[in-house]
């Protein structure tokens, strides 16, 4: 009921209740404020999306894997269900997309899907409450 000038304030553990309900977030450790701010600005503070990207390898899905992981930057996720799909997250802060473009281009392999997928609040509040984090 933002429109109507109503506020609700809601305390919770569940982050992923957090990021679904709400606009504004305030972070607290220990009763110590670490974060606030808009949802969407707070989020953004703490790295852009991920990259997921799904390469297409028929017959040649455990090589590729292996060949991906020696790339700065790029993080294989085995799970992908398709035996002939491999699923990587990429790092644009150590590969560029283009560079990586480039890399599978010059391996005869094509980028099927791609989607970026913003860091969730549970991943904020991870990061800054963990000692080795904080600054």
Do not use: N, Y
Request: glycine share 8%.
């Amino acid at each position: 009921q933002a429109e109507e000038g109503s506020t609700v304030i809601i305390s919770s553990h569940v982050m992923a209740e957090i990021g679904d309900l709400c606009t504004s977030i305030g972070l607290l450790d220990k009763g110590i404020l670490l974060e606030a701010g808009p949802l969407r600005k707070v989020l953004a503070r703490f790295g852009a999306a991920e990259l997921r990207i799904l390469v297409r390898a028929p017959g040649r899905r455990d090589e590729v894997a292996k060949w991906l992981r020696d790339l700065p930057g790029v993080s294989v996720d085995a799970r992908h269900p398709d035996e002939e799909t491999t699923a990587l997250v990429l790092d644009e802060v150590l590969l560029s997309r283009a560079g990586l473009f480039s890399a599978l281009g010059a391996a005869g392999l094509g980028v099927t899907a791609m989607q970026a997928v913003e860091p969730s609040v549970e991943d904020v509040m991870m990061r800054l409450s963990l000692p080795e984090t904080k600054a």
